[in-house]
């Protein structure tokens, strides 16, 4: 029997399409426990690699042979060889290509909508990891908003839509993955922009991201609005893109909200939040569509793949929206928060331009799943 | 350095090799002795140690040193528990209150992973070559991982003329206090 190699791209289209899968996940089980390849009709089983070394046979009954069946680990080569101990027992199965680090790059670009006078709104989603980032194309430009590391996805999508990088902007200071704003600005002659609230240790030059702030994209001047909304760090700010979408980067998402303490100021910062959330947005049209920068679980996908849903929708579903009492909310915001995302100040450190580790550390950085909200 | 009976080296690896490697290489050692793993892949620490815990081994820990780890392993024993015969034992939380010697006869790498502060390791294979070493008018508290090795040292601390001598049970497996590290 053949071994098949999959690619991220294969697997993240089972996820996008809402296909069937059989992932075994050869990591050891607290690697498993903490992070997977997350499809809504993907069954698993975790057995670690270490424990198949003398054969597979025992695990026979458990794989199934009416569907795909993908063998994944950490990097690849412990898939590989229980691969091909299946394939030798008569199996058909794959492994992932480059492994988890592999399906943790892996960005896939999803057309949101088109904007008026021909333009367009792309989302770039990381499955692995719930990074979303956006492009805006008008007329021969674009502007981007939260570009994850992977720099030539973009700067590859911009020439093949024929369109210049003349924004980038990062809608505060992540902590969770490693911004790809600067280098792609550096890259492309584009202004970079940044909250300056969220800059003071920065060491690096940008151009201030303030309330207000308003950029035009391709002579049919799509508007991009900037407008301050704090929380989830100080210098937190959104979007509202050709009066239809608002951008919330790390503040509200579909299903849960931003946590305040990521820099560590969760008591200050959750008053800010509770502005944003509960007075600020609520001013906001509920039909536009809020485009986050996470999301945290698969159900958030909409059919065709993208994260986006009307604000009003938002107002009515999402629970961190409707928490009446204000102490409630307080503590539901600071106290019991999930564990901090891997290596997270390490990684404020990146985003500062402090440190530069090599592109192997900066995988290993932002290694396992991502955690910017609260539920 | 931390003291081993063999070393593995498995730098350079990727993931599935080092445990590969290091389940071949811990066929050739006797049951308690210790293997030294070098490895560079990153992954092999959490999966060594989840794997020795599967088959039985024991995971001492893991030292770092630029960008070589250093694993050690020791070899698990499928033998059925031996009773222990040696008389004079003392219970585990009663040895901080005691005056005298804690003798910690584990293997050395166990020892530098983790001991009672002011024990002196003479690791068992070694015991019977070092007596000079040890105070015959000194009460002699001996401890090891489970209480096994240490009855086994007791005895043989007895047949050669010392007399104050205990066995610490259960042993270094239960103890919660506080560890003194050697790495």
Not at chain 1, 321 to 329: C, G, K, Q, T
Not at chain 2, 60 to 68: A, F, H, Q, R, S
Request: overall charge negative; proline content about 4%.
């Amino acid at each position: 029997m053949t071994v098949n190699k999959w690619t991220a791209a294969n697997v993240a289209r089972r996820v996008i399409d809402n296909e069937e899968l059989f992932i075994l996940d050869v990591r050891n089980a607290d690697a498993f426990a903490d992070w997977k390849i997350e499809g809504h009709k993907f069954e698993y089983l975790n057995i670690p690699y270490f424990e198949l070394l003398d054969g597979v046979e025992e695990i026979l009954p458990k794989i199934p042979t009416d569907k795909d069946v993908l063998v994944v680990c950490a990097k690849e080569g412990s898939s590989v060889m229980v691969a091909e101990m299946l394939s030798e027992e008569g199996r058909e199965v794959g492994y992932l290509e480059g492994g988890m680090k592999s399906w943790s790059s892996y960005l896939e670009p999803i057309k949101v909508a088109d904007l008026n006078n021909g333009g367009e709104l792309y989302q770039f989603v990381r499955l692995g990891k719930g990074c979303l980032s956006y492009m805006v194309i008008s007329e021969g430009e674009a502007a981007i908003i939260d570009a994850v590391r992977f720099t030539d996805v973009f700067t590859s999508f911009a020439k093949e839509k024929g369109v210049e990088i003349k924004h980038v902007f990062d809608t505060h200071l992540h902590a969770d993955h490693i911004s790809g704003g600067r280098h792609i600005a550096a890259e492309t002659g584009a202004t970079y922009y940044l909250p300056p609230k969220d800059a003071s240790e920065v060491v690096f030059d940008y151009t201030a991201l303030t309330d207000g702030l308003n950029v035009k994209i391709g002579s049919s001047q799509i508007d991009v609005n900037a407008l301050y909304s704090p929380g989830h760090t100080i210098g937190s700010t959104s979007f509202v893109i050709d009066n239809q979408f608002l951008l919330t980067g790390d503040i509200l998402f579909i299903d849960s909200i931003g946590r305040p303490d990521l820099a560590g100021l969760a008591e200050d910062w959750v008053g800010d939040l509770r502005e944003t959330l509960y007075t600020r947005y609520r001013e906001l049209a509920e039909d536009l569509v809020v485009l986050p920068a996470h999301f945290m679980i698969i159900d958030e996908l909409n059919e065709d793949g993208t994260v986006a849903r009307r604000l009003g929708d938002l107002f009515k579903d999402n629970h961190g929206l409707n928490i009446e009492d204000e102490a409630e909310f307080r503590s539901t915001v600071t106290d019991n928060l999930p564990p901090q995302p891997n290596a997270y100040e390490q990684i404020r450190q990146v985003n500062m331009g402090k440190i530069s580790p090599d592109n192997d550390e900066q995988t290993e950085m932002e290694i396992g799943p991502n955690r910017c909200a609260v539920r | 350095m931390i003291q081993a009976n063999h070393q593995l080296d498995a730098k350079g690896l990727a993931c599935p090799m080092p445990i590969v490697k290091t389940k071949k290489a811990i066929t050739d050692l006797v049951e308690g002795q210790v293997l030294e793993v070098q490895a560079t892949d990153k992954g092999s620490k959490a999966d060594l140690a989840a794997w020795a815990n599967t088959v039985g081994h024991q995971y001492l820990g893991t030292v770092e040193e630029g960008d070589v780890l250093y694993h050690y392993i020791r070899k698990g024993s499928n033998e059925p528990e031996v009773e222990k015969s040696f008389e004079h034992t003392v219970p585990l939380e009663a040895i901080e209150s005691r005056k005298g010697l804690i003798l910690d006869v584990r293997e050395a790498a166990e020892y530098a992973f983790g001991h009672i502060e002011g024990a002196k390791s003479i690791p068992m294979g070694e015991l019977e070559s070092r007596l000079e070493e040890l105070d015959k008018e000194k009460e002699i508290y001996v401890i090891c991982r489970t209480g096994k090795r240490s009855d086994l040292a007791a005895q043989l601390l007895t047949k050669n003329g010392f007399s104050k001598v205990y066995n610490v049970l259960p042993g270094m497996t239960e103890w919660d206090g506080k560890i003194t590290k050697d790495i």
